[in-house]
């Protein structure tokens, strides 16, 4: 304790740095006069007195030096003092600190923003009180992954809610339901969710306004139509009034009464999905949910959240719950066989969807610690240099008694306030980075927010300053140990240490990483740019001439006839319109991910899955392949011929199937089976996937629209491709005015051309493409000024012995030769470091991002090296012209 | 003769407690005379420990007048000094009396 208080007391004046010796003096003062007193009354003189006083006194400034111990704590004191001259040497020299800053600045700031990302979609809480204490229970299924976060259905989330004793509340809710909201400021489509009345104790929210709905009113399935609104929702559909309470709002048709609004910026607890605006109770799923019965058992929509009870841990939780869920297991075998449940913390975004960015943030973690090494490598390199140009000071300080120890340490503290400078900048960079990363993984595939939070916090803050001083310590200390090696005597006569050597390996294996580096980021790039190339190219046709929009007539009531009829009229009119080639609806837009499957086989085969293929599976409508602008090779495609009600079901094939069903005749004209149902093939067209680089062609078969099932609720809904001649801009106002037109009240959403629906669904593609692209030119551009660097300082360093050269005889072109070939070798090694690296890392860890690239295609694993050499080069080029032009006399004077 | 290191705090504050407020000058008088003048307290050792042992909080100090009319800095024992004080004492008892059974010791009484 006492020592601790002394502690505290001595820190505070060491920081404070208050000279404050005031005190001492007097004391010293005070003890003088009061011993003169004493010898005078022995009788001395007042001369004398004072005399032997100040003698047996002893050494003041010995005593000012013990004191001063004592006051405070003598390493703070050194430290400070040492930070002290590292400012001072700073701003002496400010190119090198600005060089050096904006270099660390660079490669800090890039990491902080890739942390900062992780954190938001991996880490962060979710925004209400005491979040460390919520978990998601999710329904684990035999042979799925883990990852996909599988909801309950409803009597089984009664049932944990009813038994579970380690979490001391469980809220049941489906966060992604669509829905139209009308409110007397208009009509929204925004996302809801419907959500037991525990949710909002569960997350312990406090209504902005009004109340949230009671258990009472989650009872009674279809009696309490009543509604949450969010902040956001109650400021832009109802101004923002109080009298919002108690008013009616239509959804998805339905009439709810509003009782209250969420506290401001809670946007519901799923994140990386659309954030909630509404919030209705689960009596009433029906509203909200209409693919299967969501209060059944064996409807799996329902994602749990809940709180731990005070001293249960999540083993806990997941012990019981785990029970609780192979009870349900054996007492309902018929849905629950094989299942279980899966306790986890609640925190990042939606599980799925940080299964899916995982990869590509890994992949930019790594480039960001790439672009860190070089970074740290280049200013390294200019540490070095700097210590040759300092001997003189370094071997000054030494022959004053600094120990090697303090001066590694002075130096120490120079790179460790350089770094911490460089991260304090780097940050407005990870601000900047982080504007354009939210631009990928804070916005909806049609361009709106995403729930999610990226913003820095404290946690990243730290680490970003403890990596800034790690990086600091570990550019520094090399460098350090080197300058205060030097023998004081030589370095003070100002002799040139010779060429060669330790210290300019060192430099020159730190050139090699980063040129190595570089290559490898530039040859990642290449292959992404490729890439990148080929998905535009891919399905053959101009995407940006195709807009895609999608209607959901079933979200307003609409049966499937009468949706059916809508679509009809939709289409026919658009036709009419100028500016219009075509129009057609489909099941899915034609990327991929989105197909449904079916199994095919052929005719008087048994249909068992040893005599089908499965297959990619897309229902279209008559004039598709022309909407697509994508011709048909073999027969014709849908048309108003192929009545719906007709006996002949019809089906076209792409090339891959027709191939891999009759290998060398004609496909149409035969028939197939296409999930047992005989349909005639009447026409074959192009392979129209976007193909992955290590995945083949994949068999798709295309069945006419409207023949599908006319029961199955899916096709109540369609996605309307529409082929335009002209600017997207305006065609697309003209495009939603006609459709309103036939009712104003079906929702349409996702209005985009395909070419942006390409490029969202290619984003990760496109981001990896930008940001290696932007690492690899950082990289780039630092490797490049190091070499440049390095070799315009080992030709100063060697100017002497190059004159001797010249002067007795080597030609000057031997000269320079020496040079480049100095340079040549470093690069060189750089190259083929580089190059090894990038083929053997690319095909693991950019293999999932390549689409129609093998990872070692040679054009875009070399064109970034070969730039690379073209400027190194150059690089070399001046300081060997500079060596070459030696004047051997004016040296050899010089020196 | 030198004073034993960790010793002076424990005189310090004897003294202190025996003779009330002292100034620094009339502490290492004291300390002498005590001593019988056998230790010679340098004004370097005693300033920087008063200043440890009021940063401990075992003394305080204020200026004040001193016996001739001059100002001098007094220095008295705390509550939390006194009971360091005892603690120290105690401790001191204990091994000095544990060091004189060893120098009395002899081969034959073991």
């Known amino acids: 304790m006492r020592a601790l208080r002394r502690f505290f007391l001595r820190l505070t004046r060491s920081a404070t740095r208050r000279q404050d010796e005031a005190r001492l003096r007097e004391e010293l003062e005070d003890h003088l006069a009061l011993q003169t007193d004493d010898y005078t009354r022995t009788g001395l003189s007042e001369a004398d007195a004072r005399r032997r006083a100040a003698l047996t006194f002893g050494g003041v400034e010995a005593m000012k030096e013990a004191w001063r111990d004592e006051r405070r704590l003598a390493w703070v004191e050194h430290l400070l003092q040492d930070a002290r001259i590292a400012v001072r040497r700073m701003k002496q020299a400010p190119g090198f600190t600005l060089a050096a800053v904006a270099t660390l600045a660079l490669g800090l700031g890039v990491g902080s923003a890739v942390v900062s990302l992780a954190n938001g979609l991996f880490l962060k809480p979710l925004p209400v009180d005491d979040a460390a204490r919520l978990v998601i229970v999710d329904q684990t299924i035999p042979d799925r992954p883990l990852t996909n976060g599988y909801g309950h259905s409803y009597p089984d989330y009664l049932y944990y809610r009813e038994h579970a004793r380690t979490v001391s509340g469980l809220a049941g809710h489906y966060s992604t339901s669509p829905m139209q909201v009308v409110t007397p400021d208009g009509a929204f489509n925004v996302s809801g969710s419907v959500a037991s009345a525990s949710y909002f104790s569960v997350l312990r929210l406090q209504p902005a306004l009004g109340r949230f709905y009671s258990a009472a009113e989650d009872d009674v399935p279809g009696a309490h139509p009543v509604a949450v609104l969010s902040h956001d929702l109650w400021r832009s559909g109802f101004a923002q009034a109080p009298g919002a309470i108690g008013s009616s709002v239509r959804i998805n048709g339905t009439t709810f009464t509003v009782v209250g609004v969420a506290p401001k910026g809670f946007r519901g607890t799923l994140g990386g999905v659309s954030p909630n605006d509404v919030w209705i109770p689960t009596a009433m799923f029906g509203v909200g949910y209409r693919y299967c019965n969501a209060l059944a058992r064996g409807c799996n929509m329902v994602n749990l959240i809940g709180r731990l009870a005070d001293g249960a841990s999540i083993a806990d939780a997941q012990a019981e719950i785990g029970v609780l869920a192979s009870q349900l297991a054996a007492a309902f075998p018929g849905t629950n066989r094989n299942r279980g449940a899966l306790v986890r913390a609640a925190r990042g975004i939606r599980i799925e969807n940080q299964a899916r960015e995982a990869p590509i943030v890994t992949l930019l973690g790594g480039g960001a610690a790439l672009v860190l090494l070089v970074a740290s490598a280049n200013v390294a390199g200019l540490l070095l240099a700097r210590g040759l140009r300092r001997r003189k000071e370094i071997a000054i300080r030494r022959a004053l008694g600094a120990s090697r120890g303090r001066v590694v340490r002075l130096l120490l503290v120079e790179s460790i306030v350089l770094a911490l400078a460089g991260g304090a900048a780097g940050f407005v960079v990870a601000i900047w980075t982080m504007d354009v990363l939210r631009g990928f993984f804070g916005v909806s595939y049609v361009g709106g927010a995403l729930n999610v939070d990226f913003a820095l916090d404290l946690r990243v803050v730290l680490l970003g300053a403890a990596v800034a001083a790690l990086t600091g310590v570990i550019t520094g200390v090399a460098p350090a140990l080197q300058a205060s090696r030097s023998d004081a005597l030589p370095a003070l006569k100002q002799e040139t240490p010779g060429a060669g050597g330790r210290r300019s390996r060192l430099r020159e294996g730190l050139i090699v990483l980063q040129v190595a580096v570089s290559v490898m980021l530039l040859a990642g790039s290449g292959l992404l740019v490729r890439s990148f190339l080929m998905v535009h190219r891919g399905p053959g046709f101009d995407p940006d001439a195709v807009v895609l929009l999608r209607l959901r007539p079933s979200l307003v009531g609409y049966t499937n006839e009468r949706s059916w009829a809508f679509q009809h009229e939709v289409i026919r009119r658009l036709e009419a319109l100028p500016g219009i080639v075509a129009a057609s609806p489909a099941g899915s837009p034609p990327l991929p991910g989105w197909n449904r499957q079916a199994d095919v086989g052929l005719p008087g085969t048994t249909g068992e899955a040893a005599d089908t293929l499965t297959t990619g599976m897309v229902y279209v409508g008559p004039r598709y392949f022309r909407t697509l602008g994508c011709g048909v090779v073999q027969g014709r495609e849908f048309d108003d011929r192929d009545s719906p009600d007709g006996a002949a079901r019809v089906a076209i094939v792409n090339e891959t199937l027709a191939r891999r069903l009759w290998p060398d005749g004609r496909a149409v004209g035969n028939s197939i089976l296409v999930s047992r149902a005989r349909h005639e093939i009447v026409g074959v067209v192009r392979d129209l996937q976007y193909l992955n680089a290590l995945e083949p062609p994949q068999p798709a078969v295309y069945l006419d629209f409207w023949q599908q099932n006319r029961a199955d609720n899916w096709s109540a809904d369609a996605q309307l491709h529409v082929r335009i001649s002209g600017p997207p801009a305006t065609l697309l106002s003209t495009i939603s005015q006609t459709i309103g037109a036939v009712d104003p009240d079906v929702p349409m959403s996702d209005t985009r051309t395909l070419g942006d629906r390409i490029d969202y669904q290619f984003s990760q593609v496109r981001l990896a493409r930008g940001l290696l692209l932007g690492f690899g030119g950082l990289a780039f551009g630092l490797s490049t000024i190091g070499l440049y660097a390095a070799l315009a300082f080992a030709v100063g360093q060697r100017r002497r012995e190059m004159a001797i050269r010249l002067a007795l005889g080597a030609a000057r072109s031997h000269v320079g030769t020496l040079v480049f070939r100095h340079g040549f070798t470093i690069v060189g090694l750089g190259l083929a470091m580089g190059l090894a690296a990038a083929i053997l890392g690319a095909g693991p860890l950019l293999a999932s991002l390549l689409y129609g690239v093998s990872p070692r295609d040679p054009l875009a694993l070399l064109a970034g090296p070969l730039v690379l050499g073209i400027v190194a080069a150059a690089a070399i080029w001046f300081p060997a012209r500079r060596a070459m032009t030696l004047d051997a006399v004016d040296v050899l004077r010089s020196e | ?110």
């Not at chain 2, 003769?1 to 025996?18: E, H, I, P, R």
């Not at chain 2, 939390?80 to 603690?87: D, F, I, S, T, V």
């Open chain 2, 1 to 110: 003769m030198d004073v034993l290191q960790g010793t002076l705090a424990l005189m310090v504050l004897k003294t202190l407690d025996v003779m009330g407020p002292l100034h620094g000058y009339g502490l290492a008088r004291r300390i002498e005379q005590i001593s019988g003048d056998r230790l010679a307290l340098n004004p370097g050792t005693l300033y920087p420990l008063l200043l440890k042992l009021e940063q401990e909080g075992a003394i305080a100090s204020e200026r004040g007048p001193s016996e001739n009319n001059r100002k001098a800095r007094f220095y008295r024992l705390t509550a939390p000094g006194r009971r360091q004080l005892q603690a120290e004492a105690r401790d001191w008892q204990q091994t000095t009396a544990l060091i004189d059974r060893f120098f009395a010791a002899r081969a034959e009484d073991l």
